[in-house]
């Protein structure tokens, strides 16, 4: 990801604390994975916004598309493009 693009990422995690985020599903089935996903994540505070922020940057430089979301909708919205481009 581009430095500024990184940046305006990690941005978004810092205005979000306190508040409930959403993540795609990936291949890990374990019932911690699908709580999250089903539940979302409440961002706690700064340490965790930054851990959030680098495990989404992990996953996707491993090729893994892995992002979080303010809400279900935009979530499903970037699953049902993922599903869309892999069907191609």
């Known amino acids: 990801?581009?430095?500024?693009?990184n940046e305006k990422r990690r941005n978004w995690f810092?205005?979000?604390v306190g508040t409930m985020v959403y993540r795609n599903k990936t291949k890990c089935e374990c019932s911690l994975c699908?709580?999250?996903?089903s539940e979302g994540v409440l961002i706690l505070?700064?340490?965790h916004a930054m851990y959030l922020f680098d495990a989404e940057n992990a996953h996707n430089n491993e090729?893994?598309?892995?992002?979080y979301f303010e809400t279900i909708d935009e979530r499903d919205e970037y699953e049902n493009l993922l599903e869309r481009m892999n069907n191609q």
Request: charge should be neutral; proline fraction near 10%.
């Open 14 to 16: 810092l205005d979000r």
């Open 45 to 47: 505070d700064h340490t």
């Open 1 to 5: 990801m581009p430095k500024i693009e």
């Open 63 to 67: 090729g893994i598309p892995f992002r």
């Open 34 to 37: 699908n709580f999250f996903y």
